[in-house]
């Protein structure tokens, strides 16, 4: 069996050669055939000229180089687009998805678990601040989007070559990796671990970019935010209807009460324009991901291609089957 290991990297240059001495220390010990799948996000540092390195050493490296930062989830789909394997798992380069669990995941593939997915059991290194805003993400994506989030999930993950054909049909640009891979069912075995701390460099997902991740896992797989707005146009219309109601029963002396009729409309409008705006935030953000969607432009462009020729899993299909990904 070949199994394919694919790694994003951003800004790890100096992880690069230890994470590869423990994936090479760890893989010798199995029977497969292994093949090292990195993805160059565009990093500024030396980190293309370390995977050139390990490349030049071990033709099972393989390395896409990004014209740019694309970002981690569009990285993880270039990188599972271009990998062979009957089995392809997706792991970080930073250290704190330990390579050392690698036997146990196959394993459960073996068994015939479809997904393997890992599961971390302390975050050493983290602020509190990131817990809670992790812990907050699980609470709010599981009410959001109507999936079973377990939480403490990762990305470190290891998928069948079936969940990967699949995987590799879907052309939504706002990508969740793994939003998308929990909404695609298979069946799914957890294994734990306990998460060490980054080795070296700074964690690159910035809040920022959390809150456009949480942002687009919202929008790209419900629509209780839209409904909600509707929930809220519709308590916020009977309420004044009510209030009209009552001003005008109030002025025909039926009910208590001194309104002035210029005031009533005041509030009522000032709430009006709440619920205005609000919708069109709301709305904003869908016709954003529709933007984006239609605009079609590929996920991702590869500067460089080494050891990938030719590309395993692009060549075995026509072209039109990849209509979003685009090499020079
Ligand atoms: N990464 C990437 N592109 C980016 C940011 C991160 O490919 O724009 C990679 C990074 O090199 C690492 C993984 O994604 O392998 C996870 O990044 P990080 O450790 O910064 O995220 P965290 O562990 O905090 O979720
Ligand atoms: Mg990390």
Redesign the pocket.
């Known amino acids: 069996m070949l199994i394919s290991i694919v790694?994003?990297?951003?800004?790890?240059e100096k992880n690069l050669p230890k994470l590869y001495e423990r994936l090479r220390a760890v893989t010798a010990a199995l029977k497969d055939e292994w093949e090292f799948v990195f993805?160059n996000?565009?990093?500024p540092d030396g980190s293309m000229a370390a995977l050139k390195a390990l490349a030049a050493k071990d033709p099972r490296v393989k390395v896409l180089d990004f014209s740019k930062?694309?970002?981690?989830e569009i990285?993880?789909t270039a990188g599972v687009h271009c990998s062979a394997g009957d089995a392809v798992i997706c792991m970080?380069?930073?250290l704190?998805h330990p390579p050392e669990i690698i036997p146990q995941l196959v394993a459960a593939w073996k068994r015939g678990a479809e997904v393997v997915t890992t599961i971390r059991l302390s975050v050493d290194g983290h602020s509190l601040a990131r817990k809670t805003f992790s812990w907050l993400y699980y609470k709010i994506m599981g009410w959001f989007s109507g999936l079973e989030m377990v939480a403490h999930t990762t990305?470190f993950r290891l998928f069948d070559k079936k969940v990967v054909d699949v995987f590799n049909r879907m052309t939504e640009r706002q990508r969740m990796f793994r939003g998308i891979i929990d909404w695609m069912g298979f069946k799914t075995e957890y294994v734990e671990f306990h998460a060490e701390s980054?080795e070296a460099g700074?964690?690159?997902?910035s809040y920022g970019?959390l809150w456009d991740l949480a942002l687009s896992s919202i929008t790209s797989f419900s629509l209780v935010p839209l409904k909600m707005t509707a929930y809220l146009g519709v308590a916020i219309t009977t309420f004044s209807s009510l209030l009209l109601g009552w001003m005008m029963l109030a002025k025909v002396g039926l009910l208590p009460g001194i309104f002035t009729p210029l005031a009533m409309v005041v509030v009522a409008n000032t709430i009006l324009i709440g619920v205005v705006l609000m919708s069109l935030g709301v709305i904003a953000l869908y016709i954003g991901t529709i933007h984006t969607e239609v605009t079609n432009r590929p996920l991702y462009i590869v500067r460089e291609r080494v050891n990938v020729e030719p590309p395993a899993r692009e060549n075995r299909r026509r072209s039109s089957d990849f209509p979003n990904s685009l090499s020079t």
């Open positions: 790694i994003p990297v951003y800004r790890e993805v996000d565009g990093s930062n694309f970002g981690k990285a993880l970080d380069a930073d704190q990305d980054r700074e964690a690159a997902y970019k």
